[in-house]
């Protein structure tokens, strides 16, 4: 089967570093993605990871391990507007585009 | 602004009803996503379509159909409609298939 977890609820406050987890089993696999979805809003392409390591871009990091079946999302220099729910998704092999997503991890950022 | 446009914005319809959304990806997009996202369900894959031919699918109800036309954009259509179909719909893009997806901003669909 598919399935992809991730916490459901993260705190943290302003100014601080998060790292939210992802732990996948798939049928196969061929790209780990993070999106940021706003309440109501479309998810926002974060960051992408195919291969084993760490990929960084600007406050957001985001790593992979394979091996393991995990990601996580690193958020530095947290701010108020970065609370939003993080969705993390992988695609499986032989299964063109098709995005398995998790169920997201509310973040709340607290003054 | 991704750049994908989605009409309409929101439709409320009754039990039994057919409905049709719109997509239009990206300029220069080939690839064309159709997402369901409801409270206790997230985000799920319906369908994907490439320059105009299925490419994969998801947990797709029978009672639900997309094409894709030469322009490219996308109709998805939902008939027979349930209370259970109210949700938000997604249309995503991307240049080919193993690129980032862009979503466009949904269609909130409430069926009464």
């Known amino acids: ?111 | 602004d991704s750049g994908v446009t989605q009409t309409p914005k929101h439709l409320i319809t009754a039990t039994g009803q057919r409905v049709t959304l719109r997509c239009s990806p990206r300029s220069g997009d080939l690839s064309v996503y159709w997402y369901q996202q409801s409270l206790d369900q997230g985000l799920q894959f319906l369908i994907q379509y490439y320059n105009g031919e299925e490419r994969a699918k998801g947990n797709i109800l029978e009672r639900f159909s997309a094409q894709q036309f030469p322009d490219l954009h996308s109709e998805l259509n939902l008939s027979s409609l349930e209370l259970g179909d109210s949700a938000l719909y997604f249309c995503a893009s991307s240049p080919r298939t193993h690129n980032e997806q862009f979503f466009g901003p949904g269609t909130r669909l409430t069926v009464l």
């Open chain 1, 1 to 111: 089967g598919q399935n992809i977890d991730q916490p459901t609820e993260m705190t943290a406050t302003e100014g601080a570093i998060v790292q939210i987890n992802c732990t996948y089993q798939t049928s196969g696999f061929n790209g780990l993605f993070w999106y940021q979805q706003h309440a109501g809003e479309a998810p926002t392409f974060l960051s992408y990871n195919v291969l084993d390591g760490l990929e960084e871009k600007g406050r957001f990091s985001s790593f992979l391990s394979r091996s393991k079946g995990y990601s996580y999302l690193l958020l530095k220099e947290l701010q108020m507007k970065d609370s939003a729910s993080y969705l993390c998704a992988v695609r499986g092999n032989n299964q063109g585009g098709k995005l398995i997503f998790g169920q997201g991890t509310e973040l709340s950022v607290k003054p």
